[in-house]
């Protein structure tokens, strides 16, 4: 989906594991104020046609991020600023290192490049957790049926279908929703931060249960000539829970003329 | 009215004496209210009983989160608080409680967010209920639909794999000769009744089938397997067509004479190299079976039509129709089953695709090639999406057009 206004520059928002694009809802309007905003949803979550999911593809953030790459070449508007909340920071970093034309600018929203304890690294989490997540996804899916995707997933022109079921947004096949927790909280992609040469911009916020304190300023440091933003607010999802002060970030950082 | 024993009964009015306080604190159900950041503001006693902590070491100090296994953690961030910051509220979400002691225990949680007088919200208010007898239940629930989605997967991969065993895997390469197929399988459960082959003969010559066994499942494979090695058995001790029908139609009406009748529709074709003008001379018998279309070099199209066969292994002398005809260069042979002609179209009253409109699309193609045609069919099946309900099989022959000959080998 594309809003805003037209002929500004573009601020491109993806969404991490859980939702789908609905998470940007209440910082859309400020955005769309300065920008020309393109919201999409990951293959497999929200409206986005689940027949182009595949196992093998979207095993690794790889595949996501060739959808990424995909996107900006078809919309050919320029360099984008891409915005990445949770995963989505991972995958835009690994599209920016591959092909850094496409992108202005990087803002990392709330993002952790490893999620697994390792040494002297602090992700927070250690496999048997993300175990725990993966059975926490399954007792959550009882209700899902092979019968009720079409009516949630397969009818991208009948969104008011969707919309009758409540926490809709959230729902995806739970194949697909095991698939992306994996590739998500298994993946390290500490390596490939050194590898980003776009202006980036990380924003953490002070009290995170999924990317713990520390974790922020790694990615900042790890980035050459990042900047990291501390947003005073709780929990993973500050568009949700802090969505003026988050705007302000984007806005502040991707406005500027460099 | 006044009851005997009204006066051992404590009045309602007594029993509803119990305080507010009272009702929430002990209510069959914990309750919870916390700040929008999740920071517990208030909590009953019935919850601290289960979770066994002190009041004050949670109020004020803990988060719900906090409450959570790791992985109920990751979901409660991922998901629940989403969900609940943008509809406000969210319900019947199963989560983990992890108690002082380290025990765990399964719940149900529902929260609302309470909003002020200007729409603002407030704080979340949640109830959470206990639902150790539900989730093995579910676990249980959950074990036999992996079991049965595991069923399921094996089924179907032997499905394909007997499918693969009706089917050549691949068509041989005739002198002189281009050969396309395809097969269009209605159900990933049941193996389908469709066939085709095409074998070589003594001298040069050729057979080839295609049919339509009656049925679906394991009982229609059996079948299927069966109409195979006889047509090819029988077409090597006498490759006249119809003699390889009748000889079909005896082991069918024999074969199932003390059980419920098996019978299928089939063409069989005997394909003999013309030395002298080239292309193939073609003898076909059929049974029953929808006619064969040959899409001529001149761009007409004729129906090669065998009335009144009659279907095979029905009738201990069933009637065999046959007809004769040449394969020149540039003409394709076409044979299809009627799950192409049955299949409903699209729009306005969903009629069957029919006779005439496959007839009107070969004439549009013609001249064409094997491979041509089945590339448009395939679109076309395609296009019938849900409308196509059956097995279909279609086999094209053509022999190339004068000029582009390949060199036979």
């Known amino acids: 989906m594309i809003t805003g206004r037209e002929g500004a520059p573009v601020v491109m928002l993806a969404h991490g594991f859980g939702c789908d694009q609905n998470m940007w809802r209440l910082v859309v309007p400020a955005l769309a104020r300065e920008f020309t905003v393109v919201l999409f949803d990951h293959v497999g979550a929200g409206r986005s046609d689940l027949s182009a999911w595949n196992p093998r593809r979207y095993a690794t953030l790889d595949g996501y991020a060739e959808d990424v790459v995909e996107i900006c070449t078809e919309l050919a508007v320029g360099p984008v600023t891409f915005v990445g909340h949770s995963v989505s920071s991972m995958i835009g970093v690994l599209a920016a290192a591959r092909r850094p034309e496409l992108f202005a600018r990087l803002v990392l929203l709330t993002p952790s490049p490893c999620y697994l304890e390792d040494g002297d690294y602090h992700g927070g989490f250690s496999a048997a957790d993300i175990d725990e997540l993966l059975a926490s996804l399954e007792s959550n899916y009882l209700g ?108 502040a950082f991707a406005g500027t003329g460099r | 009215m006044v009851c005997a024993d009204s006066d051992d009964q404590i009045p309602f009015a007594a029993l509803l004496e119990d305080s507010l306080e009272d009702l929430y604190d002990n209510a069959p159900c914990g309750y919870l209210s916390t700040l929008l950041d999740g920071q517990i503001a208030k909590i009953n006693a019935t919850l601290l009983g ?56 399964p719940v149900l949680v529902t929260s609302t967010v309470r909003t002020g007088g200007d729409g603002q919200p407030l704080l979340i208010r949640t109830t959470i209920f206990d639902a150790r007898d539900r989730r093995a239940y579910e676990t249980e629930l959950l074990r036999a639909r992996q079991e049965s989605e595991r069923e399921r997967g094996r089924l179907q991969r032997l499905t394909t794999s007997l499918q693969r065993t009706l089917l050549p895997p691949v068509l041989p390469p005739v002198p002189g000769l281009e050969v396309a197929a395809h097969y269009h399988i209605a159900s990933l459960d049941e193996v389908g009744g469709d066939f085709y082959d095409l074998f070589p003969l003594a001298a040069g010559t050729w057979g080839l089938f295609l049919g339509d066994v009656r049925g679906k499942g394991a009982a229609a494979a059996a079948v299927t397997s069966l109409v195979r090695y006889t047509l090819r058995a029988a077409a090597v001790y006498d490759p006249d067509p119809a003699a390889v029908l009748a000889n079909l139609n005896t082991v069918l009406c024999t074969e199932y004479r003390d059980y419920e009748p098996r019978f299928c529709t089939v063409i069989f074709g005997l394909l003999t190299p013309d030395a002298d003008a080239g292309g193939f001379t073609l003898a076909l018998a059929s049974g029953g079976h929808p006619p064969a279309l040959l899409l001529r070099a001149d761009g007409t199209v004729a129906s090669l039509s065998t009335p009144g066969g009659q279907l095979i292994g029905v009738l201990p002398d069933a009637r065999i129709s046959t007809t004769r005809g040449r394969l020149a260069a540039g003409d394709t042979l076409l044979l299809y089953t009627d799950g192409l002609t049955e299949a409903r179209t699209a729009g306005a009253g969903q009629r069957r ?51 582009r000959r390949r060199p036979s080998t």
């Open chain 2, 50 to 105: 289960w979770l066994g902590y002190r009041r004050e070491e949670l109020v004020g100090r803990r988060r719900f989160a906090d409450l959570l296994t790791v992985g109920g953690r990751i979901y409660h961030e991922t998901h629940f608080a989403p969900l609940l910051r943008m509809q406000g509220e969210i319900s019947g979400i199963a989560l983990e409680l992890k108690a002082a002691d380290g025990t765990r225990l």
């Open chain 2, 353 to 403: 695709y029919g006779d005439d409109a496959l007839f009107d699309l070969a004439a549009g193609l013609a001249p064409t090639t094997a491979a041509a045609t089945v590339d448009t069919l395939v679109g076309l099946l395609n296009g019938f999406g849900d409308g196509l309900d059956d097995d279909t099989a279609i086999l094209a022959l053509s022999v190339p057009a004068e000029g």
């Open chain 1, 144 to 251: 899902w049926s092979a019968t009720m995707a079409p009516v949630i997933m397969g009818n991208p022109d009948r969104p008011e279908l969707g919309e009758e079921l409540t926490n809709s947004f959230c729902r995806t096949d739970p194949d697909i929703a095991r698939s992306f927790a994996r590739a998500t909280f298994l993946s390290d992609n500490r390596a490939d931060l050194g590898r980003v040469r776009v202006p980036t911009l990380v924003v953490e916020c002070s009290n995170d249960a999924i990317a713990p304190t520390g974790v922020g300023a790694f990615v900042q440091a790890s980035i050459p000539g990042s900047e990291l933003v501390t947003l005073t607010a709780t929990g993973h999802c500050p568009q949700l829970s802090a969505p003026e002060a988050t705007a302000a970030a984007i806005v």
